[in-house]
């Protein structure tokens, strides 16, 4: 047993010159040319037996393993790694700090404990590598900045050149003033038609006091006009629709400037969002009231909608 971890703590291949890949005759030549007969012994018992090579090569790639692995954690100075291990399985570290150079965190010693000294080691490489690719992050950001400045500039001042003759162009648009004179509203309940069609089915209209309305009923299959009505706010009327589907729009306001300009620039313009179908069921025909103020419990939705639309 003991033996055979003397042999572990060495790297015979490396006293010997040769890969661990060399052909047997190849290692049987380096032994025979090796001029320590102590190690010309513990090769010829280990590489040259096959079981015992089989055996020895696992842990020796083992070893090498960990030699790189503590390198790249610039342990090849800790106490643990001496000897004859520390002598054939030290790798160079890729990190090791310039003389001028204070020693980076990852490189010192934090503790004499093996296991809290190597994790501390390992995360304070971590925080090096996070704080390295910060920095080259930052820098590829102000290079970019600093190549895109020119451009930005010269973007502006062409800007600014536009703008300037484009102000001189253009004059100051003067604002519409709606000088339409106010005219007498039509009475509660007048009726415009659009259709030759019969009125038959009942339509009752319900507002509150503040705002006059005028409702129109819009065909659904044609977007034609079918009729519109004038109702007073805080009054109600009741009329004859001819059948069919519509859509309800209305506008609304406090001062009349006639059909054309409506309730003028105040106007507010609105419509159902339910399709209303006035229909002859051979029993009875359908109709509908039309409550144009919020109401407890009440299934008419509305929206907004502008003069275009309307």
């Given at each position: ?290 409550t144009l103020y919020r109401v407890t419990n009440g ?12």
């Open positions: 047993m003991l033996m055979i971890i003397w042999w572990l703590m060495r790297d015979l291949y490396k006293r010997l010159g040769v890969s661990e890949s060399a052909s047997t005759n190849e290692i049987s030549t380096a032994i025979r040319l090796c001029n320590d007969s102590a190690l010309r012994i513990d090769a010829s018992e280990v590489l040259l037996n096959e079981n015992r090579k089989r055996s020895y090569d696992k842990i020796h790639r083992t070893l090498e393993d960990i030699g790189s692995l503590r390198a790249e954690f610039c342990l090849n100075n800790s106490e643990h790694w001496k000897d004859n291990i520390a002598t054939d399985y030290s790798k160079e570290s890729p990190h090791k700090a310039p003389s001028n150079q204070p020693t980076p965190a990852h490189e010192k010693k934090y503790s004499d404990n093996f296991l809290v000294n190597f994790l501390m080691k390992l995360f304070m490489w971590c925080v090096d590598l996070v704080i390295q690719l910060l920095k080259g992050v930052l820098a590829g950001l102000l290079e970019f900045a600093l190549r895109l400045l020119p451009l930005a500039l010269i973007v502006v001042i062409a800007w600014f050149f536009i703008d300037a003759n484009e102000t001189k162009k253009v004059e100051k648009q003067p604002e519409v003033v709606f000088e339409q004179p106010e005219l007498t509203s039509p009475s509660n309940g007048s009726v415009r038609k659009w259709t030759s069609a019969s009125s038959l089915a009942p339509l009752s209209i319900d507002t509150s006091p503040g705002s006059d309305y005028l409702v129109k009923l819009v065909n659904a299959n044609t977007g034609q006009d079918v009729l519109d009505v004038y109702v007073k706010g805080g009054r109600n009327i009741e009329l004859k629709v001819p059948l069919g589907s519509y859509h309800i729009k209305y506008a609304s306001g406090e001062k009349w400037y006639g059909y054309e300009h409506l309730f003028g620039p105040n106007t507010g313009y609105s419509k159902a969002d339910s399709l209303f179908r006035f229909e002859d069921t051979g029993y009875q025909v359908t109709g509908y009231t039309l299934n008419l939705r509305t929206k907004n909608i502008n003069k275009s639309q309307f």
